[in-house]
């Protein structure tokens, strides 16, 4: 079903935020932060709609550059679902039942693949308002927030309905801090009104339109961002004349996502659930079959011997659907193993793929063992080098989603990016350095899911006390020898970047009862704040902050403060085994 394949890398720049953007049909291109904006004709581009485009999160839309080859159902599977779909898309609404459709499935059933092609038949036929695919995945600057959800579906309004444009980009001039209102007041102003002004002005469309947002599971769940994007469009699509504008929204069935949706009028929303009753058995066996085809065709594996039509036997294909427990993801997974290199034998890997097998009873466990078996190809020498580099990649996301790590994982690993990059080579059917973007493209959420759940994932886990222990002990030695000041351009940022570095680790070092362990001081760091005994009430954190800045309490010596780091050399000695 899924046909994905990773973005092509260009080039990275750290924390740089230079773009350039092109926008198709009526839109604009845009470059560097400055952004220099050229319009379709002799005349400059609206000064609302230059405020407009700059807000643009350009990858979360279904037909951005970036999300070139994304995933899509195979032509043969989903077709029940789909036409259910259009078919819903299609049917005039006279009062406001059913004008949202929301559908919900675990990690890995196909939620991405049937929103991008069901925006792309939308948008064939002309009923596309517009889109936004949430990823926390992705590293694509905005994909994970709501912030810049309103400005990016404005834009494309502008586009799917030109009548708009005027409107908007009037809302835009009249407020230039529009883009910093309520979500429910940003949808008011840039869609809502745009469009009951441009209604009237215009003969009314015979078909209502569309409005596709993907994972909204994905988007982050600070400030209460989740609520707020439902909230903001429903309210906004029940006061469009008429009732021409849909909302198709999908994510995982996570509790506070349900009790979102139960807030609203029963009558409004339409619930679909990827369960049996679309046969997705059925479905993942002609992907299946249709894959291994396509792999016959074209692996160079194939050019060199006479094609066996029987491989893979159907017993092979009965095992991978039984494996897959109705969930496209695994297998994506598998195929993308067996096809991601040509210098492999693929026979051998689905026979090597068939043979792993542990027998738990357990949600994911066959994607698991998928999981671990390709990280078991690692080197050994290399693993530890590895899940450092995923758990650096994981922790700059959180201090800042936009940020170009590449020259600072360089620096802090002290590899060159090639070296980087060729260390995350045995990973490459589930991520790759994306150059553009200057971090790692990871193929899917649940891979993050696993990395960071110690009981899927055991050895391979990137929040662990080990690896985090030596990420702070790096760090350390950064600020002190003045590395860190080389790690970003024009020494901006350094030593701050690095403190967060250390911040978010020290969140994953064990709590002791060994009074001279860090765990300790860092919990006693959190309700004491008198410096008389600097073991037990100092934090971690703010010991290397004193040393980065030079700023220390009165009458304490820099000697105290690093006798106190040398001990955390040892923490790793510390750790039970069990931990």
Known sequence: MEKGKPAQPSSSMFFQNAKDNHFHGTSHFVAHEHKNYHGSGSQALDEGIRLLVARVVEGAMHNSGERFDAPTCHEETRVALQEDLLGWAD?????????????YGPAGSGKSAIAQTIAQKLDDRGQLAASFFFSRASGSEGRGTE???????????????????PHIAAAVRKNPRVFGLTLKDQVNRLIV????????????????????????????????????????????????????????????PEDNIVTIFNRHRETLLRRMELNNEWNPDDDIRT?????????????????RRPVDERWPEPSAIDTLVHRSSGQFIYASVVLKYIK??????????????????????????????????????IRSADRNRVLTILSLDQKCREIDSSSRVAIFLSEF????????????LPLVSLLVWDDKLGKI????????????????SNIFCIKSPTLAAGIVRRAIEMIEDGTALKASPNGILPPLFEMHVISRACDELPFLQDQNSWGYILAKATVEESFKDLKIKTSLYEVVEMIGTQVYPDGLEL?????LLAQFSFIDRRIPESA
């Open 287 to 303: 992907f299946l079959a249709a894959s291994f085809a396509e792999i016959r065709r074209s692996h160079f594996y194939f050019r």
């Open 340 to 377: 991601s290199d040509e210098n492999y034998d693929p026979v051998a890997r689905l026979t090597t793929i068939l043979r792993l097998n542990d027998n738990k009873d357990q949600p994911y466990a066959e994607l698991d063992i998928l999981y671990k078996y390709v990280f078991s190809q």
């Open 147 to 165: 912030i810049d959800f309103v400005a990016t579906l404005a834009h494309q309004l502008c586009q799917t309905n030109p009548a708009t444009e």
């Open 91 to 103: 049917e005039l609404v006279n009062d406001l039942n059913q004008l949202v459709t929301w559908l």
């Open 559 to 563: 000697a105290r403060y690093k006798a």
């Open 441 to 456: 493209h990871y193929m899917h959420a649940s891979l993050l899911d696993f990395l960071q759940d110690q009981s899927r």
């Open 193 to 252: 009104t745009p469009l009951i002004a441009a209604s009237t002005s215009s003969s009314e469309s015979s078909r209502p339109s569309v409005i596709v947002v993907d994972g909204l599971d994905e988007c982050r769940k600070e400030h209460d961002a989740q609520r707020r994007v439902v909230d903001a469009l429903i309210l906004g699509l029940c006061q469009i004349t008429h009732h021409t504008l849909k909302l198709f929204i999908t994510s995982r």
């Open 413 to 424: 690993m002290g590899m060159h990016m090639d070296g980087i990059k060729f260390c995350l």
